[in-house]
């Protein structure tokens, strides 16, 4: 890794983390107090202290090397059973999807085909705000069949990986975006592909409409204005504490692809969206 290595989440309660060479070296303020699945991560997050979501980071740089050489980029089982990852991954297996553009930390914004790399990456990956390349990272993505969009700086550019998913000869293309006008502009330029939002924590109301209206998939995270766009529009709702909606006919047959391919039971009828889980963030925000 070079002096110029710096990578930068938004994790548990969407609280700003910097990490250089290895090291967490800056943990921001969380926005939220409590978090069901924060708790329930490998290293859980009882209270959102500064400390507790150091402790969790660090956990990740040494079980699976989160922004280091070290980053495994394959996984398997699902994290959760609707995350972005788990959903998208589902959907290229079956063959509902081509391709996924995601975002790496050590590679940025990369073009994946394999299910083994989405999940892998986008399972274990908080909210990337900005990363550094690490060549042995981008030549792990390689190997397993990704294609970074910009190996020298490690750009997120989640606009600049559909246009590169479609020089590649893919067609059924999902995205996802934590950016509102990203989100929008990639709906305008490339209508056709699944927009997919993810770390919704804090956004405004008029970046969560905005959100709302561009994307296929929608998850809640700890917003509340992302439950009150969804109460407008969503035509499904998967989980309850930390909900996914389906803002469209294509978000929802990724859903309904993800439930066909399990044997775990599950309700469905018809409700008045969101359902409210017995347990949510707090506060949203």
Do not use: W
Not at 71 to 91: H, K, N, Q, Y
């Amino acid at each position: 890794m070079s002096n110029r290595d710096e990578h930068i989440v938004e994790a548990a309660g969407k609280c700003r983390v910097v990490i250089r060479n290895g090291r967490v070296v800056e943990v921001g303020t969380p926005q939220i107090q409590d978090c069901p699945l924060a708790r329930r991560f490998a290293c859980p997050v009882e209270e959102m202290t500064p400390e507790a979501i150091q402790r969790n980071i660090e956990a990740r740089i040494r079980s699976f090397g989160m922004c280091t050489p070290e980053r495994e980029v394959l996984a398997g089982p699902d994290f959760v059973p609707f995350g972005a990852s788990e959903l998208l991954s589902s959907a290229v297996r079956r063959g509902d999807l081509d391709a996924a553009v995601i975002a790496s930390d050590g590679a940025g914004t990369l073009v994946a085909e394999n299910p083994a790399l989405i999940q892998g990456i986008g399972g274990r990956m908080s909210g990337l705000v900005k990363t550094s390349p690490i060549s042995a990272v981008i030549a792990r993505i390689e190997e397993n069949g990704g294609v970074v969009l910009d190996p020298e700086a490690a750009v997120i550019d989640q606009a600049g990986g559909v246009a590169l998913a479609r020089t590649l000869g893919h067609r059924r293309i999902a995205v996802t975006t934590a950016v509102a006008a990203e989100a929008a502009a990639i709906r305008e330029r490339f209508p056709e592909t699944v927009i997919v939002g993810v770390h919704t924590t804090g956004l405004s109301r008029e970046d969560a409409a905005l959100m709302a209206g561009a994307a296929d998939l929608l998850t809640a995270c700890a917003s509340r204005y992302i439950r009150e766009e969804a109460a407008k529009a969503a035509l499904l709702q998967a989980g309850t504490s930390i909900p996914v909606f389906a803002m469209t006919r294509a978000g929802k047959a990724i859903i309904l692809g993800k439930i066909g391919e399990t044997d775990q039971p599950f309700i469905v009828h018809s409700a008045r969206l969101p359902v409210p889980g017995s347990q949510s963030p707090e506060p949203l925000c």
